[in-house]
């Protein structure tokens, strides 16, 4: 066995669900090779609330792809969204030395845009270079080498609260694991699902996760504007609980399964039992009940996001490749039509692309930002030669073949998060903090519902 792997790993924490995965770097390609996914707790709006609980299951996701994978994982990148993040565009100006461009004109002119007002409380997370302007001649992308006397450098800088930033910094650390770098949701969404073509001619992404719905805007092949909205796939799962006087986990299910934005599509007759609250008895719905209660909220969504774009100075005019979808909610049926009726332009479902024994399962949108997350540690990996872990035999050279097979490298870690498997869709299931059992298990209990129920 190769000991000398180049591990990269991702850490999506999002406020509905936590995914990491893990990837092996081969000839510059990803090969996904582990998945962990559980239940958010300890998050709001893309927040941190309780560091202890998202520590936990942030450890419990990290167990399980480190399991599938067969490696431990040490340090990850990871995203922030929410409600603090803000935006601006900038420039810097500075004369070329010796009258070629060099690095340090590039850095002394990025320096230069940097130098803007932020609140106190904030900081710079980014600062993403838009285009180069030589001379007056714009759209240069690589100026190193280039002849002239004056450098323009445009450049979107995106800031983020310090404290934010700290919170996720700690969930992480208290989960045993190193923060490499911490990136802006909205971008890494774009760079797994967007085209160069369309970022030239010009696109919005609206990523609608649990929390949050995040929004960037590329012309010209750069990105030109960013913002996060507070309303997301929580409020719509809330919206349907209240309506429909059922418990939160079966309206969130409801709403994966069978929901739809649309209460005009065809194939809406069908009947969907309810769960009652508490004792109740379950009730009969036709899906296009469903979707007159979750169509008002997604088009609300979207309204918002039209007001944020003009607001910004994107009207649809400029966005000739029209709108991308991706994230968790974009799964709704009629999504694509209704952006299209909202925005009067064409429409689509981002899906990221990868490769891998994992491929299948994680071309859905919902992945869109982990994927993202795993691309952006690859770069950072092979700019640093840096591995984000090591092969498990390496560390446990001791334990026996059947036990490596399995992934299992740690007794303790084993008995604290046990594997979740595949077939039960781990992404659906609401799951409570584990605690110590006597008798039958969990995961028996749960397939004996399945039985009975479906």
């Known amino acids: 066995m190769n000991e000398n792997k180049l591990y990269v790993s991702a850490l999506d924490v999002g406020t509905s669900k936590i995914i990491a995965l893990i990837g092996e770097v081969v000839e510059d390609e990803i090969n996904i090779v582990g998945m962990g996914q559980t239940e958010s707790h300890g998050l709001k709006a893309g927040m941190v609330t309780n560091i202890d609980a998202t520590a936990q299951s942030i450890r419990q996701a990290m167990d399980e792809a480190e399991r599938m994978a067969g490696c431990k994982i040490n340090s990850v990148v990871t995203g922030i969204s929410g409600n603090h993040i803000r935006s601006l565009n900038s420039q810097g100006v500075v004369k070329i030395k010796d009258g070629e461009v060099s690095r340090v ?35 240069v992308r690589q100026p190193i080498g280039m002849s002239g006397v004056r450098l323009d450098t445009r450049v979107h800088i995106v800031t983020s609260a310090v404290t934010a930033l700290q919170n996720i910094q700690k969930c992480i650390r208290r989960s045993g694991l190193e923060v490499d770098e911490i990136l802006l949701q909205p971008l890494v969404s774009a760079d797994a699902v967007l085209t160069e073509d369309e970022k030239d001619l010009g696109v919005c992404v609206i990523d609608i996760g649990g929390g949050t719905t995040d929004i960037a805007v590329y012309l010209n092949g750069a990105i030109r504007h960013t913002a996060v909205i507070p309303i997301a796939g929580d409020l719509i799962t809330r919206d349907l609980a209240q309506a429909l006087r059922t418990p939160y986990s079966a309206a969130e299910y409801i709403k994966i399964s069978k929901g739809a934005v649309l209460a005009d599509l065809d194939g809406l007759d069908e009947m969907v039992e309810v769960p009652g609250v508490g004792e109740r008895t379950p009730r009969q719905i036709s899906r296009r009940v469903l979707a007159q209660v979750i169509g008002p909220r997604v088009e609300e969504i979207l309204e918002l996001t039209q007001n944020e774009l003009r607001r910004a100075g994107f009207p649809e005019e400029v966005l000739t490749s029209g709108i991308v979808i991706t994230g968790g909610a974009s799964l709704l049926r009629g999504m694509v039509d209704l952006a299209e009726e909202v925005f009067g332009l064409p429409a689509r479902i981002g899906l990221p ?11 859905n949108p919902r992945y869109a930002t982990v994927i993202g997350l795993l691309h952006a540690a690859k770069l950072r990996a092979n700019k640093h030669g840096k591995t984000a872990g090591v092969a498990a035999r390496s560390i446990a050279s001791h334990m026996e073949d059947d036990d490596l097979v399995s992934g299992v490298y740690s007794k303790e870690r084993a008995e604290r998060a046990p594997l979740l498997k595949d077939v039960i869709g781990a992404e659906y299931l609401q799951l409570p903090e584990p605690k110590p059992r006597t008798g039958e298990s969990l995961y028996s209990r749960f397939m004996t519902w399945v039985r009975s129920t479906f």
């Open 105 to 139: 004109d590039i850095d002394r002119a990025k320096d230069t845009a940097k130098a803007v007002n932020i609140p106190p409380d904030h900081q710079i997370l980014h600062t993403v270079v838009q285009e180069y302007i030589i001379d007056n001649q714009p759209g």
């Open 353 to 363: 692309q990868e490769n891998g024994t994992l491929a299948e399962r994680l071309r």
